[in-house]
């Protein structure tokens, strides 16, 4: 079975971010990656500092948003770089996988 | 703690594909793994060489699913060849991991 | 670029477990993990004896739920142990990652 080597990407946002548009035209026209879905969840917190002190109650009114992406592992380096200067630290995970 | 060696699969589908209903009964019925959970994603592009000039808005209509399932990993990797009869090439993700 | 090493963590349970408040009030209070999402799926079986023999139409009253967080590998092994005694054996994935 031929595998490939890629690097999955899940970028954790926030509706009140209102970046999703943003970062999905950035995926998609500039860096032109592939396999990009975006996910709405139902309950979060801990994305920023002041998440931590919010009530489960306030925070399903800026519910939470993933962005999951993967290419080749030289791909994803770069774009994560890039990805540095709009997103601030602590939001961006990557690990190993295959594509089948 | 006793960890179990798994590999985590994900599987990337669109609504439009109208695949969702005929890969969970094979994978409960004929293949039988443990724990599939099936997600919609809220938006995404790139899962086929038409969607990568589609735009956000006509994606809309056709929203991303995707497939998600662990199991040992030799299970997997019959499950995965017997997929790839199913499925078009690069769409199907998987890592090792482990199971608690 | 810098990259810290943590755990992803994927806890999965379904809608009548109704342990989604108590297990995330546990991660945000108790544990203080940084970046927990909950999601619900549209489909899923397998996390039970009883699912197994279940139609997708008696699924889609109990929707699957997944609880995901990570974070630094030894605060997560702690959080591992500890989620052992809330929540039954193999419904708890977690693999190793890279965060930006």
């Given at each position: 079975m031929n595998q490939t080597e890629v690097t999955m990407v899940r970028i954790y946002l926030t509706?009140?971010?209102?970046?999703l548009r943003q970062l999905l035209d950035f995926l998609h026209?500039?860096?032109?990656?592939?396999?990009v879905t975006a996910f709405r969840g139902i309950a979060g917190f801990?994305?920023?500092?002041?998440a931590h002190e919010s009530s489960l109650l306030d925070i399903s009114l800026d519910l939470p948003l993933v962005i999951e992406f993967f290419d080749l592992p030289e791909k994803v380096e770069q774009v994560l770089q890039d990805l540095n200067k709009l997103i601030e630290p602590g939001h961006v995970v990557n690990w190993p996988a295959r594509l089948n």
């Open positions: 509706e009140g971010d209102h970046q026209q500039q860096e032109q990656v592939r396999g801990g994305r920023s500092g002041k």
